[in-house]
């Protein structure tokens, strides 16, 4: 039975059907790059966000490989501006007395040595208002209800937050709705990835110890018992530190959620050290199921998925911005051969889904096996015979789409891990079992929201 907001609705004069080329849902990086570029084409593209900018996301560590697209996009300076800049990463574990540093720059490619951090509600905002000056119609406090597609193209309803229906009619539909899922979960076409299971509690801190020197904006990565923990430093002062943990640790939790958190880092001592001094920002820790998965599909007829809105990843090498921003790069192309090529649509279509799942693909190799003890012993122990540690470093900064030759390098070091696994059974055997036993679904925190308590 319809509620009363519908029925009344029912009865109301339907909106007047606005039109354009095409419609982008969700105005991140995803979608704020693509409706940028398409609007650069010549094209009318609208642009709707559910919130309004700025707005909190997280996800604050950028790859070397961003660098590029934010300079294609031209906003460079502002993103320069914003951010706190990140040379390298800091391994921290707890079965080793030393830490491990290494640098972008030492990566196959010299060219890509460093990238930033930045608060994503200020990062978001950048590209979002870039998309409105290059031309996109930007939309805010507008959520989509419902996407109806036939054969000359799609019609939109929405809902504006005073209550108003707004629709469009576009020749093409762009989902980077992140997280929301608008298409996937029309289509039923996303799919948990039953290989990696996580969960994430996280929160700002004031006054937090940092590294020194060039060194400063690092990103930290330390394991742990149950999971690894992040530490991102950020230009405003605040760190960003959360926990990424196996979803039966969450599920044990038995105390309110800050106090758990504490006692969470307080699992990793080097880390917990830097926080003895620091603050809570708004005394708020936040926690939400980061339940990876992935898309039966990314594109169709007349619409594209893209980000997070396709596929979503473990966030343990900060692929998810560069991914969304790529990604967007080739869905332009693909969507201007769709409308202006159709003949050529399906093979374009084919390459596309091919590309989409590359990067996910490799990244996904070392995320599952990330608190496998050969794989933290080799990135605590780094050594550069046959130009592994070089391999090794073009992917954590993102140059998985260029011409860098580093993929021998990097297949080198998968024979070398699957070398220390074979000649050490016992610990590769409990390493295996352990990750099986972890990744478990826990029914209570699938799909949980992010939650806060004070």
Known sequence: MPDASTATASTETQPMTEGCDVFVIGGGPAGATIATLLAQQGRDVVLVDKEHHPRFHIGESLLPANVDLFRKL????????????????????????????????????????????????????VLFRNAAARGARTVEGCKVRDVQFDGDGATIQARMEDGASRSWRARFVVDASGRDTVLANKFKSKKKNPKHNS?????????????????????????????????IPLADGTTSVGAVCWPYYLKSRDKPMKEFFFDTLAMA????????????????????????????????????????????????????????????????????????????????????????????????WFIYRATNPTIRDMFMNQNNIMRIKEAVLSLLAGDIYGNTPFWWGLRRFKLVYYLISWFNPRRTWRGWRRHHVAIRDMGRLQGETIQTEG
């Open 74 to 125: 031209g906003v460079l300076d502002q993103i320069n501006a914003i951010g706190m800049e990140k040379w390298g990463i800091e391994f921290v574990s707890l079965e080793h007395e030393h830490r491990s540093y290494v640098e972008f720059g030492d990566a196959w490619d010299k060219s890509m040595p460093m990238a930033w951090q930045v608060r994503r509600s200020e990062m978001d905002e």
């Open 269 to 364: 001592p080097e880390l917990a050290d830097r926080l003895k001094n620091a603050e809570l920002v708004d005394d708020a820790v936040h926690a939400t199921g980061n339940f990876a998965y992935d898309g039966t599909h990314a594109t169709g007829e007349r619409y594209l998925m893209l980000g997070d809105a396709f596929s979503f990843v473990d966030p343990m090498f900060s692929t998810g911005v560069l991914l969304a921003m790529h990604n967007a790069f080739d869905g332009a192309e693909l969507i201007a051969t769709a409308l202006e090529r159709p003949a050529q649509y399906p093979k374009a279509r084919r390459a596309y889904e091919a590309m989409v799942r590359r990067a996910p693909r490799e990244y996904t």
């Open 199 to 231: 969960t994430a509690v996280f929160a700002h801190f004031r006054n937090a110890r940092r590294l020194e020197g060039k060194l400063e904006g690092n990103v930290s990565i330390c394991w742990f018992p149950h999971g690894w923990i992040w530490f």
